[in-house]
């Protein structure tokens, strides 16, 4: 089952990864990697497929509330500092959840070259680290590297962020159901 999932996502996935790092890295300034992750846009200016239940209307209160905190992301040594900030500072607006906090300090984190270190879960994640065998700890916050699958230990954590999401209904399949699933357009 892994050799086949990873094939795919290095087949038709990893270019996507790839290019929003570099879409980051380019900001000219932190003002504007703030606002851009917040919007969840990408270099073509449409928003991240998988934000799209984002409410608009959250956006101009998102990147108000950590444009006030530009100086303090600024200082932010590591991911799970600049992550708790985010998540403080938006939890209490409305239309936003755990993905995107953690969508929106991953992209700022690529600006400032700091890269999670730890495999964080959210909804889609959590999914997907509940079928994993063996099995994890899938109410914690994060999975540390030595915890996942030998077959995932040597991607870094926000590919396999993506992988247990993107795949999740995936685990536990047999490669035909894996090939059926890619052929309908599912992850």
């Known amino acids: 089952m892994w050799q086949e999932i990873l094939r795919d996502y290095d087949k038709t996935r990893s270019g996507d990864a790839a290019e929003e790092i570099a879409w980051f890295k380019e900001q000219p300034s932190l003002r504007e990697a703030i606002g851009t992750a917040v919007r969840a846009?990408?270099?073509?200016?449409?928003r991240y497929d998988h934000q799209y239940r984002i409410w608009r209307s959250a956006i101009p209160q998102a990147i108000a509330a950590l444009?006030?905190?530009?100086?303090r992301i600024a200082r932010v040594e590591t991911f799970d500092e600049l992550l708790h900030?985010?998540?403080?500072q938006l939890r209490d607006i409305p239309g936003i959840g755990e993905l995107y906090?953690?969508?929106t300090a991953f992209r700022i984190g690529v600006y400032l070259g700091i890269?999670?270190?730890r495999v964080y879960l959210h909804a889609g994640t959590r999914a997907g680290a509940r079928k994993l065998q063996p099995?994890?700890?899938y109410r914690k916050d994060a999975l540390e590297i030595g915890e996942l699958p030998s077959e995932l230990r040597g991607r870094p954590p926000y590919v396999t962020e993506n992988i247990l999401c993107i795949y999740r209904d995936w685990f536990g399949g047999d490669a035909h159901q894996i090939r059926r699933n890619r052929r309908a357009g599912r992850c």
């Open 101 to 103: 906090y953690y969508d």
């Open 115 to 117: 890269y999670p270190t």
């Open 67 to 71: 444009l006030a905190l530009e100086g």
């Open 41 to 46: 846009v990408k270099r073509d200016r449409k």
């Open 85 to 88: 900030l985010i998540t403080e």
């Open 135 to 137: 099995p994890v700890d």
